[in-house]
């Protein structure tokens, strides 16, 4: 059992340690205290703190030189005094709310001891333990100026525009989607469960703004389409309520986060696209009509750049005429179809970059192949996607050229003609009864010495007779006697002849008949027209060529062809032949091939050829008889 004594030791060492706890207490309470105090008078913020009726108990230097505060007034009087008198009546409200442990957040305009207002917000809670409230009021001047700079903004864009916070609530209603709506932003603002779709739709239901927040609303197929990306959502609808009989509507959907990357609401532009869609409607209607005339157009048409001259498009009847399919045009430039001939392409382009628009520009160009044919072109110069293009419109008269040609000949040929009708016959009489003396007075003993001039009269009147014969064969009126002949055994009849001739000259001939069907001809002057090619075809070869005389069936005609070995016809003159008077021998009378074209004309035959430096092939080409087998 302890003394009391050591009891009374044991008491006063628990007493000592006791105190210096206490001690350590006072002092930690005292720091703490005072950091505490330190924070509260170093804080940026107005701190204040008050009881349960309003007297302040405690405020910082920053409330009390802010509001000239002297110690004595309550906060209901210095509300009444410094904030806005909009803001009195709604802040001393939301004060009186404030229950033990609960909190609110005040906004209002707060004049200064300058006289000048500035927006404030005020985070008021109040104790659990006694009747303190905290207010900690903090200068927002900045962000609300930020948030009236947004507003107006939002308020000045030329699209409908508004803005829902996270609770959905509208928050800013622009004054272009009151005029599409006809709803006025007093009336929209802070309206939530989707009565922002009431202008549009006439019923509350969740729109295109809805889904920066919504997954499978289901609202999705009512929108004609939509495109999503990572920051929005962009869709197109049709919204009976907009306009007089509705309207096609463009709307584009973005999140608005805060600086913490939080969301915050949402914000949706609108554009009316009723006169777009109209517009592009009509676009397409005038893409089809403009698409049919084009490749439904017997005229040759075609689209191609300006600078390189690459084929856009063309339609089938360009593709028909020059031999490509359009696949194979498309994407290809004219020089690499080598379509243009060298020259004509360089005036065409300086002309339409010149104008603007040409017309009736009269053109040559090349098929696949390589036929040089004839056209007239219109052209306009185009801006297809910003690239210069131009449209080009052919005639292809190479026909209507070869007719025109045709009729002219023709027309010097029935000249000719009738000039040889009229005069042959009263030439002829004349010159037979000179011929007739000069043979007899040829043969007179006293005559001898000049027998050779007598020979040359005789020769000279002989080609004089021959030269008018060949004026009467090109007559278009001659009677000609069509009866059903083998062509072969015209050749062959006269084959002696011409091939005498090519002894003469050193060549040969070379026949190559395959008994083709009978035509309806006249031999004698299908002979004659043999004699002129052939004859033709040997003055035109050197020594040592060979000329081929050949028959052939084709599809609908009977050919004869006749080939030389000769130069080649000169390209200068590859547009007149068979003209009358046109020669290159010195001596020629120039109506050889002329007679071969009247005799052809009589019996319903053509004539064409081919030339170039290998030789000359001319081709007369007879249509069947009824005869025919």
Known sequence: MLSYDDAAGGYRKRIAELETLLDIERRLRYQAE??????????????????????????????ISAINYSGNETIVTLIRRHLHRDDIRITLQSLRKVAKGSHQNLVFRCRDASGSYSWWSCNVAASEHDDTVVGVVRNISDLKESERRQADIINFLPDATFVINQNGKV????????????????????????????????????????????????IEDSYLSMERDITRISAESFCPLVGERGSFLYGTASPL????????????SIRDISF?????????????????????????????????GTFIDANEAFCRTIGYTRQEMIGRTSCELNFYVEGESRLFFNLLIEKGRIEHFPLSFRNKSGEIRDGLLWSQLLDIDGLPSHIACIIDITEQNRLKKEMARLDRLKLVG?????????????????????????????????????????????????????????????????????????????????QADANIREMKICLELTKPPIPLIDEKEIRQMIINLARNGLEAMSPGGTLTIGTRTEPE?????????????????????????????????????????????????????????????????????????
Not at 257 to 268: C, D, M, T, Y
Not at 277 to 290: G, I
Not at 590 to 606: D, E, F, Q
């Open 418 to 498: 009738e000039m040889a009708a009229s005069i042959g016959h009263e030439i002829r009489n004349p010159m037979t009864t000179i011929r007739g003396f000069l043979q007899l007075l040829i043969n007179k003993e006293a005559y001898q010495d000049d027998r050779d001039y007598f020979e040359l009269m005789i020769e000279e009147l002989d080609r004089a007779n021959e030269i008018i014969s060949e004026y009467l064969g090109m007559a278009q009126d001659k009677l000609v006697d069509l009866q059903p002949r083998y062509l072969d055994q015209a050749v062959k009849s006269i084959y002696p002849m011409i």
């Open 276 to 308: 777009r869609r109209k517009t592009e409607a009509a676009l397409r209607q005038s893409e089809e009509k403009f698409s049919k005339a084009f490749h439904g157009s017997p005229i040759m048409m075609c689209l191609a750049t300006l600078e390189q």
């Open 557 to 629: 005609e009977i050919v004869l062809y006749i080939k030389d070995e000769g130069p080649g016809i000169d390209p200068m003159i590859v547009d007149q032949i068979g003209t009358p008077f046109l020669t290159t021998k010195e001596k020629g009378t120039g109506l050889g091939l002329a007679v071969c074209y009247s005799i052809a004309a009589r019996h319903n035959a053509s004539i064409d050829f081919k030339t170039g430096p290998s030789g000359t092939s001319f081709f007369v080409r007879f249509p069947y008889s009824p005869m025919s087998p």
């Open 257 to 268: 986060l805060n600086s913490s990357g939080k969301l915050v609401g949402a914000i949706e």
């Open 34 to 63: 005072k950091q505490l105090g330190d924070l509260f008078d170093l804080s940026s913020d107005w701190l204040v703190v008050t009881d349960s009726k309003g007297q302040v108990k405690r405020a910082n230097a920053n409330f």
């Open 171 to 218: 928050i800013a209603w622009n004054k272009a989607i009151e005029e599409m709506t006809g709803v006025k932003a007093d009336d929209m603002l802070g309206r939530g469960d989707y009565e922002y779709s009431l202008p549009f739709y006439g019923e509350k239901r969740p729109i295109l703004i809805d889904l920066i927040n919504l997954i499978d609303t289901g």
